[in-house]
């Protein structure tokens, strides 16, 4: 998978990418594994560019922003000319912005309706908390998705839209287990860890090293689970727990929370307090 952010002020530094973040964590929460990313500008050439880019090493992409009825919106027109196709006014498009504008009290506008006209060939995507549609489109064996650009709304576009377009077509997925260690050097750690999973040569590690923790990421792609991965998922809870017996102690608990949050249920589960106090 691809992932393709659109907008000059992405490029200046003006704001962050935040939405290329989500929708990769997104997907490693789903097993699909991003094998590209990248940031392009609203020009109609440099985004037909990027998603070409994109398909040059993924199977689908899924482009955020440049979904909005201002001048400067211009991804529908980037991926049609990608496409070789013209954008013109879906009906169903229509209906969605028709409908929302609606909901919320709002007279529809020549401008609100130029967010319908989509590649031919696209598919509406709907979206609940904003106006402008994502839309899916096909292009030769390549599958592309896009997706608004403010967070709220990309957000609400991709779990309706995308999420389950990907499951559907999900053949092959990459597991994960991650677990927490703190007040040991990276190091330090991938030296207890490598020894371990030499017996797992299907597993790969990553390290991920912040002040005072490190992250280890364990991951095997595998055939999807209803496919018959379940074995492959299986050696992967195996390494896990022979790497966390390994590490012991610095083992502070699951990637999924933070440190703080970790040594709070440590001193929960021992009954055990602590008092801080600030002085002036």
């Given at each position: 998978m691809g992932i393709v952010a659109i907008g000059d002020e992405l490029l200046s530094g003006f704001k962050v990418d935040t939405n290329s973040a989500w929708i990769g964590q997104r997907l490693a929460e789903i097993g699909v594994p991003v094998v590209h990313r990248a940031c392009a500008g609203d020009g109609v050439d440099q985004i037909?560019?990027?998603?070409?880019?994109?398909?040059?090493?993924?199977?689908?992409?899924?482009?955020?922003?440049?979904?909005?009825?201002?001048?400067?919106?211009?991804t529908r027109e980037g991926i049609a000319q990608f496409a070789k196709v013209r954008c013109a006014r879906d009906p169903r498009a229509e209906d969605l912005v028709r409908t929302r504008l609606a909901s919320v009290g709002r007279e529809v506008r020549e401008s609100h309706l130029l967010q319908a006209d989509l590649p031919q060939g696209a598919v509406a995507l709907a979206n609940a908390v904003g106006i402008a549609p994502g839309f899916k489109l096909s292009v030769k064996d390549a599958l592309i998705f896009s997706v608004p650009g403010?967070?709220?709304?990309?957000?609400?576009?991709?779990?309706?839209?995308?999420?389950?377009?990907?499951?559907?077509?999900?053949?092959?997925?990459?597991?994960?287990?991650?677990?927490?260690?703190?007040?040991?050097?990276?190091?330090?750690?991938?030296?207890?860890v490598e020894p371990m999973l030499q017996a797992h040569p299907e597993v790969a590690v990553a390290y991920l090293p912040s002040p005072a923790e490190v992250v280890v990421r364990l991951s095997v792609i595998t055939d999807d689970e209803r496919n018959g991965g379940t074995d492959a998922v299986a050696h992967l809870e195996e390494a896990a727990e022979e790497v966390r017996e390994a590490l012991g102690d610095v083992v502070v608990g699951d990637?999924?929370?933070?440190?703080?949050?970790?040594?709070?249920?440590?001193?929960?589960?021992?009954?055990?307090?602590?008092?801080?106090?600030?002085?002036?």
């Open positions: 037909a560019q990027a998603v070409g880019d994109a398909l040059q090493r993924a199977t689908a992409v899924i482009v955020t922003g440049g979904l909005g009825p201002t001048i400067d919106d211009r403010p967070p709220r709304e990309m957000q609400a576009v991709v779990e309706a839209g995308v999420v389950p377009e990907l499951l559907r077509r999900r053949t092959s997925m990459t597991a994960t287990r991650s677990m927490r260690t703190a007040l040991v050097p990276e190091t330090a750690v991938a030296a207890v990637a999924a929370h933070s440190l703080e949050e970790a040594v709070v249920t440590l001193l929960a589960n021992a009954g055990r307090t602590v008092a801080v106090a600030e002085s002036l």
